[in-house]
């Protein structure tokens, strides 16, 4: 819009002022742009990123089923769910198998579970992706064709139906005592394997209102949205309904094309505030901070006691030419304790992310010792912010 309005003006200027006028308001041009920008910047995220349409969601389905034609790495005689379902179909087919006592053994064969989720407002005829996992003791489903598997959601009634060859992201390959497995070749998937049978029915604007849910919930970023959607509508129609949820009636021209009032509440830029956390994942060492994270001035000293047990064996023989004693196994042993000189050092004083990481760094702390370190401060009041452990 600036940028418009100053080609029109400059072409008045052309003809009505002088140089040095127009690299004036060219000047003031770029400087309103900037501020402009720079308050659009500001909003941060969309508010289709942070935020979902409540009923807008899938619905999880799931099934029994067989993968056949697997090269002697399906599941062993110790799994009889897959004999057993092996035999109803093919009894179901005009096959009545008569073992007279004995027990069935097909290694190309697999019970797996399949599983899916159904999208919103999927209709019949539209494909879906899904994915196998085994149930037994199968090695590999590599090169397994999925037969025929009706999936059914939490209810109880069948929504889908899969079939299909299955692809596998890795291999097993064993030999003798050797064996080489890439990946995990015992889940795989199949891109478009299920069919959708039924469709879920579900009137999204029959109550004539919508209701935006936060991901995550936060009462400051959601009085912005409301702010912001007021703001956009030109009148107070949006209201906080909690710290997670707004509701925006459809009236007048909006309630006329709901699917586009939907499409541009979806990009509305939103400044989102969110609680000071560090993130510790104690299995893999990773620390995850926000920008929001603050320390206080403490001091502190962080040391590292490390003891080392060596042991060695050795052969004690007597002398030679001598008759007395026998020759014996003994082991020595060596322990050595050893702690790193570490003095008090001065971190904190409200200080930024940046500088904390910094401060945390010069201590030459591992990650793992970050951990220690970040539970010590919270203990000791210091830590502006909320340990989550993964």
């Known amino acids: 819009m600036v940028w418009k309005i100053g080609k029109q003006v400059m072409a008045i200027l052309n003809k009505e002022v002088t140089s040095y006028d127009r690299g004036v308001f060219v000047a ?60 109803n179909l093919l009894e179901r087919e ?37 994915t196998i996992s085994s149930l037994g003791d199968a090695k590999s489903l590599q090169g397994g064709t999925l037969l025929m598997t009706p999936l059914k959601g939490a209810d109880g009634n069948t929504y889908a139906v899969a079939q299909g060859a299955v692809t596998v992201g890795g291999f097993s390959v064993a030999s003798g005592g050797d064996a080489a497995i890439r990946n995990h070749p015992t889940v795989g998937q199949i891109v478009r394997g299920a069919t959708v049978e039924r469709s879920i029915p579900f009137d999204l604007f029959q109550s004539q209102r919508i209701r935006i849910v936060l991901r995550t919930t936060d009462f400051t970023t959601m009085t912005r949205v409301v702010e912001r959607i007021n703001t956009q509508l030109g009148r107070p129609l949006a209201v906080a309904v909690d710290g997670a949820s707004v509701e925006i009636p459809l009236v007048d021209e909006y309630r006329i094309d709901p699917i586009g009032f939907v499409s541009k509440l979806e990009q509305l830029d939103v400044h989102t505030d969110l609680p000071a956390t560090v993130v510790v994942n104690e299995k893999t060492g990773t620390i995850v ?50 702690e790193e000189q570490s003095g008090l050092s001065i971190v904190g004083g409200e200080v930024t992310l940046g500088e904390l990481v910094g401060a945390l760094n010069a201590l030459g702390a591992t990650p793992r010792d970050l951990i220690s370190i970040f539970s010590a401060l919270q203990q000791a009041g210091a830590l502006k912010a909320d340990i989550k452990v993964m």
């Open 94 to 130: 005009g096959l009545n198998l008569n073992t007279a006592g004995q027990q069935i053994q097909v290694k190309n064969v697999a019970s797996v579970m399949v599983t899916a989720t159904l999208p919103p407002f999927s209709r019949p005829g539209s494909r879906l992706d899904i």
């Open 289 to 338: 901070m926000g920008e929001n994270v603050t320390l206080s001035t403490v001091a502190l000293a962080h040391g590292n006691l490390s003891i080392a047990i060596r042991s060695e064996t050795q052969v004690s023989q007597p002398e030679a030419l001598s008759e007395q004693g026998d020759t014996a196994i003994v082991t020595n042993t060596d322990v050595t304790v050893g």
């Open 28 to 87: 003031v041009t770029l400087f309103l742009f900037f501020c402009f920008g720079f308050v659009q910047i500001a909003y941060g995220a969309r508010l289709k990123d942070i935020a979902d349409v409540e009923g807008v969601r899938g619905n999880q389905l799931f099934g029994y089923g067989l993968v056949i034609g697997l090269n002697g790495t399906g599941d062993g005689i110790q799994i009889p769910f897959t004999v057993s379902t092996l035999s």
